[in-house]
Nanobody, 125 residues
Framework: QVQVEESGGGLVQAGGSLKLSCAAT????????????LGWFRQAPGKEREFVSS????????YYADSVKGRFTLSRYNFENTAYLQMNRLKPEDTAVYYC??????????????WGQGTQVTVSS
């Protein structure tokens, strides 16, 4: 029973951009969307899931992994129950399945309770 849903993944050449979306999918849940911090994680084939970015409940505070800092920007619009991860200057090593999650806002995936099903991002060299 999915409560958040990602979209916007795809195939892009190195140096290109993609914008991922994360939206609440259930009416009853969407009323609580703003009560959660939101995080993005990614998992490449054969690798562990890793933290990408997070944003506070209000959207005032964001955190980024060093590997994406300066290239990715996370924002949220609580009135739309949606968050966006703008990814610029993409590199082949950014290739992974990207997951949106709701939780504490930390960089530890176990502190997130609600996960989407993921969206594939592939960056060709």
């Amino acid at each position: 029973q999915v409560q958040v849903e990602e979209s916007g993944g795809g195939l892009v050449q190195a140096g290109g951009s993609l914008k991922l979306s994360c939206a609440a999918t259930r009416r009853t849940f969407s009323r609580n969307f703003s009560r959660y911090a939101l995080g993005w994680f990614r998992q490449a084939p054969g690798k562990e899931r890793e933290f990408v970015s997070s944003i506070s409940q209000s959207g005032d505070t964001t955190y980024y992994a060093d590997s994406v800092k300066g290239r990715f920007t996370l924002s949220r619009y609580n009135f739309e129950n949606t968050a966006y991860l703008q990814m610029n200057r993409l590199k082949p090593e950014d290739t992974a399945v990207y997951y949106c999650a709701l939780g504490t806002g930390s960089d530890y995936d176990k502190e997130y309770d609600i996960w989407g099903q993921g969206t594939q991002v592939t960056v060709s060299s």
